[in-house]
């Protein structure tokens, strides 16, 4: 009478410390509230039962920097909102990620002006855009996914890079 045989066919689950952690960073990303325009509509939506963002560990959006890994930039971004927005990321601790939603806040849009920013990635990194005006709930779940895939498939040394 082995050991297989007292514990039945339970299994045996393996995985690496940095695969854990991953895992781990995914299931409990806080996004920070940074809506700007008609695109924060679409972003505050994605919190309703139909989209249900806290299948993803997303139960409410953090108002504060500090308490947040994950900043969506939704909407158009102005000259001068862009020192607030960096002051913001830059409060951000490591790691951490920005989503650009919309087609204002990745590339300035229809708004083809001295007062908006052409893209955020003028200001902080972007990882992931979700293109649209405005993009629909189920386009930011896709964009947030996808950012998920990215995450868990990251090594410490990309880590180390990203700081």
Request: net charge neutral.
């Amino acid at each position: 009478m082995g050991v297989s045989e007292k514990l039945g066919n339970l299994g045996v689950v393996t995985t690496t410390l940095e695969q854990a952690v991953n895992w781990g960073r995914t299931r409990a990303m806080w996004p920070m509230l940074f809506g700007l325009a008609c695109c924060a509509i679409e972003m505050m939506s994605s919190q309703m039962a139909n989209y249900d963002m806290s299948r993803f560990g997303m139960e409410l959006m953090r108002p504060s920097p500090r308490q947040s890994d994950l900043m969506i930039v939704a909407g158009r971004v102005t000259r001068k909102m862009a020192p607030v927005l960096r002051q913001l990321y830059d409060q951000m601790p490591e790691p951490k990620w920005v989503i650009s939603m919309g087609d204002c806040a990745s590339c300035g849009g229809i708004f083809n002006n001295y007062a908006i920013v052409q893209g955020v990635d003028e200001i902080v990194p972007v990882d992931i855009y979700v293109a649209g005006c405005p993009p629909r709930p189920e386009q930011l779940a896709h964009g947030i996914m996808t950012l998920h895939e990215r995450i868990k498939e990251m090594s410490w040394n990309e880590w180390a890079a990203k700081r």
